[in-house]
Nanobody
Framework: QVQLVESGGGLVQPGGSLRLSCVASGSIGSIKTMGWYRQAPGNERELVATVTDGVNTKYADSVKGRFTVSSDNAKNAVYLQMDSLKPEDAAAYYC???????????????WGQGTQVTVSS
């Protein structure tokens, strides 16, 4: 099948920056969408940013102008550059992929295990 592995989370001060990375591996036929969701304690998981077909990006209003999502099709990877981080950005960040695995008949959704982002002074 397909696995998504994130890296890059950690502790950062307000106003600081972090870069998250996610690599998809396995029997990948095609990638439609990759991106990031986040979930803070007591909250529902919410969209942060996605990139579809390698070029079409979508952002949550709360991160527009501060976060940048990008992908590298050759590496089956998606990145999230997070700048001007705020305490309210603290959450577990999950990599998301809508991917066609060669073992399947259609695209399926996959999730990473999550990486923690803490924004605190």
């Amino acid at each position: 099948q397909v696995q998504l592995v994130e890296s890059g989370g950690g502790l950062v001060q307000p106003g600081g920056s972090l870069r998250l990375s996610c690599v998809a591996s396995g029997s990948i036929g095609s990638i439609k969408t990759m991106g990031w969701y986040r979930q803070a304690p007591g909250n529902e998981r919410e969209l942060v940013a996605t990139v579809t077909d390698g070029v079409n990006t979508k952002y949550a209003d709360s991160v527009k102008g501060r976060f940048t999502v990008s992908s590298d099709n050759a590496k089956n990877a998606v990145y999230l550059q997070m700048d001007s981080l705020k305490p309210e950005d603290a959450a577990a960040y999950y990599c998301y992929g809508r991917i066609w695995a060669r073992t399947n008949l259609d695209f399926s959704e996959y999730w990473g295990q999550g990486t923690q982002v803490t924004v605190s002074s």
